[in-house]
């Protein structure tokens, strides 16, 4: 015979147990799937955030090469205008601040911050356009200044040449 000094347990007290077994059971089971289910959801979120910021970054990239291709552009068109190898550089000007403005459109307000050295670049090349500008039109003034006094010096060499002449010489009537 076995001897136990166990209390005997009712069926209340099993009930309850199996009940607190029961709760403890679930609130861990949904412990551990919120657990597992956060994990996943702050993948997916980051995941996204990812190709989000990544998509940004492209186009960005994409945006830089283009400002490339048009800055290497407007340094064409300003070194054309440098060298004075246009017959209108009025057209040319025109043509330059169209690029200017496309390349201030094509880098927009968000990516200013990104892409600073063209944001400097671009801000520079208004006043140097502008002071270009200034020295054409002194260099046409000097041109037109020029010509007017070649054309001045021919008129007055004319003028000396007529006034060396003798008149006496060509008298054709009576000596007295």
Not at 34 to 41: A, G, H, L, N, R
Not at 138 to 167: F, H, M, W
Request: with cysteine; glycine share 4%; charged share 25%.
């Amino acid at each position: 015979m076995s001897i136990t000094r166990d209390k005997k347990l009712n069926k209340s007290d099993v009930r309850i147990g199996i009940w607190k077994f029961i709760l403890s059971f679930v609130v861990l089971s949904i412990i551990s799937f919120c657990t597992v289910f956060f994990f996943f959801k702050s993948y997916h979120t980051q995941r996204l955030g990812m190709e989000a910021e990544s998509y940004k970054y492209s186009e960005l990239l994409g945006r830089s090469q283009v400002l490339n291709i048009k800055i290497d552009s407007i340094s064409h068109l300003m070194s054309l205008l440098d060298i004075n190898k246009v017959q209108n550089d009025i057209a040319l000007r025109k043509q330059i601040t169209e690029e200017l403005y496309d390349a201030r459109s094509i880098m927009g307000e968000d990516s200013t911050d990104n892409l600073k050295h063209y944001a400097v670049l671009l801000n520079h090349i208004g006043p140097m356009l502008d002071l270009k500008t200034k020295i054409i039109s002194v260099a046409n003034q000097k041109e037109y200044n020029r010509s007017q006094l070649l054309r001045c010096q021919g008129k007055n060499a004319g003028v000396v040449k007529e006034l060396k002449i003798d008149p006496t010489r060509k008298f054709t009537g009576r000596r007295r």
